[in-house]
């Protein structure tokens, strides 16, 4: 079997069991048809690791450098992506006062802003459906990205852990693999993710191991596939 009908036969196997862990109805709601309405593509595999790159990167410097913007696990991925896609001229390196300077190549294809936005997210259905710069975390995945495992060791750098945390007043949320970091070289499998509110406050931005995740105290944000709000392995598809 050549290579490209072996990774989708691996793709059914594990949608197959998605659709067995969190049920057919649920399933519909949390993932969009392939192929319908626009979405955000990049030209080539080299586009695609120069978004990877600034996408890490910047996810994992907003742990030491919070931006304001970034007051939830969506609003972390949205600054990144966006950022990510910017041209990062001397004056944008200047007033992102980023703590290392980036030696990255540029996305050569870089999608044109409109009325000063960018198109990032698909937030409907419908092949018409416009691309927005805002999504929050649950449309995101539904709509921006590829289901790829139940199993955290398949996450790439630029991947995002979804979990469904139903007792919580935001239920959906996202945390970004950076692997490893360019600003602590200690580990190679750092996470990165903002916690969202928490009682009364508005919570921060973390920075974990992975190993660390795994043995998390709370059993319900281990990224284990017997974790049952952990839904998985996500992939935006910008990078697919």
Same mark, same amino acid.
């Given at each position: 079997?050549? $290579? ?6 691996? @793709? ?10 969190? $049920?057919?109805?649920?399933?519909? &709601? ?6 319908? &309405? ?14 990877? &790159? ?14 304001? =913007? ?8 949205? #600054?990144?992506?966006? =950022? ?25 294809? @870089?999608?044109?802003?409109?009325? $000063? ?15 927005? =710069?805002?999504?929050?975390?649950? *449309?995101?995945?539904?709509?921006? *990205?590829?289901?790829?495992? @139940? ?10 852990? #979804? #979990? ?31 916690? $969202? ?5 508005? &919570? ?17 944000? @281990? ?18």
């Amino acid at each position: 079997m050549e $290579g490209t009908g072996l990774n989708r036969l691996i @793709r059914l196997i594990r949608l197959i069991r998605l659709i067995r862990f969190v $049920g057919l109805i649920g399933l519909i &709601g949390l993932i969009a048809p392939v192929g319908l &309405g626009a979405q955000l593509r990049l030209a080539d595999e080299s586009d695609r690791a120069a978004f990877r &790159g600034w996408f890490v990167l910047l996810a994992d410097a907003a742990f030491y450098q919070p931006p304001a =913007e970034i007051t939830d696990c969506a609003a972390l991925v949205r #600054y990144a992506m966006r =950022e990510a896609l910017r041209a990062h001229t001397a004056e944008w390196l200047r007033l992102a006062r980023l703590p290392v300077a980036p030696a990255l190549a540029e996305v050569a294809s @870089r999608p044109a802003a409109r009325d $000063g936005r960018l198109p990032l997210f698909r937030i409907a259905a419908g092949a018409d459906a416009p691309l927005v =710069e805002f999504a929050d975390a649950r *449309t995101l995945v539904r709509w921006n *990205t590829r289901f790829i495992s @139940r199993e955290a060791s398949d996450a790439r750098p630029g991947d995002l852990l #979804y #979990y469904r945390q139903p007792s919580q007043r935001q239920p959906d949320h996202l945390m970004v693999v950076v692997g490893p970091s360019r600003l602590d070289p200690s580990a190679n499998d750092f996470i990165v993710y903002h916690t $969202g509110p928490v009682d009364q406050a508005s &919570g921060e931005i973390r920075k974990v191991r992975m190993a660390d995740l795994q043995r998390h105290p709370a059993p319900r944000w @281990r990224p284990v596939p017997s974790n049952k709000a952990f839904i998985g392995v996500f992939r935006l598809v910008a990078l697919t």
